[in-house]
């Protein structure tokens, strides 16, 4: 670390022992401080200076078994261009170890651990030292500094910048390029990236899309690269390879409505790819193509893209439900995927703690959700009108800090003479899509009315009797309130529900203990409004004991009647899924996907 105010860079070594963390020793050193394995030896060089023109090397051995640390009473000077050519590297060699040996083999070469913690004083840092290098008019946008750009070079940045165009009074160039430290020099060398675009890049809903990202590969990363095209309102996104030795250009998208960039990985068979998704108006109509590409090659680099799905939507409104995508990973059954674009100053808002930003926004409901999807950290939703014509909307909302495993509430979006509001319901830490049946929230007509429930299924482990409680709710929609339409928790070690001819059953399982209670299964029948309880029944097997029912029972908690986890993006549906009935009904109503 390096102390504040301070131009040494300290390294304290703690060992463990005793059941807590001893500190061993500390080091420091004004000019560089490395911390490297030279054939089993711990060694530390302090460098310090410069003094006239030149910097003293002092080395240590830290013995880790004794824990005790030797000054080596050599030292030894050098000018700063013989160091710094020494030190060019991020993985530095060591500076002393031989090339050969008198077999005429060469020698492996050792390498120290991790980077120099303070920078080199001679290397200019940060958007001061990038800026000198720019013309008097230009604008630099963003930086990044990455080692797997460069590394071998102790400092590389890559940046946009935008400068005015000289063909086009009216318009501003987006520009890229890299710059690297030249020791020989003593000065960065600037080159350009082969990207020109016209602009910041906006989405539908105006919001200015960020212009550079770094693709992580294998050993170098890569980039990609974003502004306006040349026609108004478009974008433009350029791909870029690192071979090692400079960034080529691997693919180039257009989209004069949308353009998107994801990756997607497959918990199957541990694999990803890259889709890229561009929407064209054309004649009132938005025309979509989809591409992929694989990583390959030894650095990963992104493969070539194949069009892999085109597509063509009568609305802007039917393209944004089932393409628009929230700006964080969004976790699938099979995976996740990840929406790499990301927007300017557009920070999450907690919609559990203060007011829902633009209440009084006057387009339909679900451009609110376009607009606002990412900030309020909506996932997925429905979205359906009542017979009045009210517009309402059920979200998955996601609630955790990016932990493992996601968690997620529900939320009911709707309008009112207030505006537009939001009411969350339903556990507060849903994780979804785990276990067998599936967790999650499903879609069922259970009470015969015609019209739907929602049934909500979760596990959450109970750390008094050591294992996971599988919970089910039952909710109705009452109005504009969400409400449990039973009275006693459903808490099981394993349930099912199914239907039984016109007959809705439960079947909770409990296990029991060795020589104390026996497991043994409780079944209810859905009856005038509630659970009613029959005789239980002793078993051995759970599973065995489901297949002894009627063969044409139909699961109520199939992936058929999933509504969340569902496909990314929103769906829409009728206006009586949710409708106060007409008339009561006897008849069950199923609602599939």
């Known amino acids: 670390f390096q102390p504040a105010d301070s131009s040494p860079a300290e390294m304290a070594m703690y060992k463990f022992r005793n059941q807590h963390y001893s500190q061993m020793f500390s080091v420091r050193a004004g000019y560089d401080l490395q911390f490297f394995d030279y054939r089993g030896q711990l060694v530390i060089h302090e460098v310090n200076g410069p003094e006239q023109g030149e910097v003293t090397l002092r080395s240590k051995i830290w013995n880790p078994r004794t824990n005790t640390l030797e000054v080596i009473d050599t030292s030894y000077r050098m000018t700063q261009k013989d160091y710094l050519a020494f030190a060019r590297s991020r993985r530095r060699p060591c500076l002393f170890s031989p090339t050969g040996n008198p077999g005429g083999q060469n020698r492996r070469i050792e390498f120290c651990w991790g980077e120099s913690l303070n920078s080199l004083q001679e290397i200019p840092q940060g958007e001061k030292a990038i800026s000198s290098l720019l013309p008097e008019n230009a604008f630099l946008l963003e930086i990044v500094s990455d080692p797997a750009f460069t590394p071998y070079i102790e400092k590389s940045y890559v940046f946009t910048y935008q400068v005015p165009d000289k063909t086009n009074a009216k318009r501003v160039l987006l520009l890229a390029a890299q710059a690297v430290w030249d020791f020989e020099n003593v000065r960065y060398q600037l080159t350009p990236l082969p990207f020109q675009a016209y602009g910041l890049a906006r989405d539908p809903e105006g919001n200015l899309y960020k212009s550079l990202y770094v693709i992580p590969g294998n050993a170098f990363n890569h980039l990609a690269l974003l502004g306006n095209g040349e026609r108004l309102s478009s974008l433009k996104l350029v791909i870029l390879n690192n071979n090692g030795l400079f960034f080529e250009e691997a693919a180039v998208f257009d989209g004069d409505f949308h353009l998107q960039f994801l990756e997607r990985f497959n918990f199957t068979d541990l694999s990803y790819h890259y889709e890229v998704i561009a929407a064209d108006r054309e004649k009132n109509k938005v025309k979509v193509k989809k591409w992929r590409a694989v990583p390959e090659g030894v650095y990963d680099e992104v ?68 607009k606002y999807m990412t900030p309020l950290r909506i996932h997925q939703w429905v979205y359906w009108e009542d017979r009045q014509g009210n517009e309402e909307a059920l979200l998955l909302l996601r609630t955790d800090q990016a932990f493992w495993p996601p968690a997620y509430t529900l939320g009911f979006l709707y309008r009112d003479e207030d ?22 929230v499903y879609l069922v007509d259970i009470t015969g009315d015609g019209r739907c429930e929602l049934l909500v299924l979760h596990r959450e482990y109970d750390f008094d009797a050591g294992k996971n409680w599988l919970h089910l709710n039952i909710l109705e929609k009452q109005g504009r309130k969400w409400r449990r339409i039973h009275d006693r928790d459903i808490q099981y070690d394993d349930l099912r529900m199914y239907m039984l001819g016109d007959e809705i059953w439960l079947f909770g399982y409990l296990q029991g203990e060795p020589k104390v209670v026996k497991n043994a299964v409780y079944p209810f029948i859905w009856d005038n409004g509630r659970f009613i309880y029959q005789q239980k029944t002793v078993v051995d097997n759970f599973p065995l004991y489901l297949a002894e029912l009627p063969e044409d029972k139909i699961d109520l908690l199939d992936e058929d009647f999933l509504l969340f986890p569902g496909p990314p993006g929103g769906r829409t549906m009728g206006a009586d899924v949710f409708a106060d009935p007409a008339a009561p009904g006897k008849n069950v109503t199923l609602f599939g996907r």
Request: charged share 25%; net charge negative; proline share 10%.
């Open 303 to 370: 493969g070539p893209f194949h069009l892999v799905k085109e597509e063509s939507y009568q609305t802007p409104r039917e393209y944004k439900s089932l393409y628009y995508r929230i700006e964080e990973p969004v976790w699938l059954r099979d995976g996740y995927e990840e929406l790499i674009f990301r927007s300017f100053n557009r920070p999450q808002i907690n919609p559990f703690t203060g007011r829902l930003p633009e209440p009084d926004f006057s387009g339909r409901l679900v451009e609110y959700i376009f």
């Open 419 to 440: 505006g537009i509001s939001l009411e969350t319901f339903g556990p507060s830490s849903l994780v979804i899509g785990d276990g067998n049946p599936l967790s999650g």
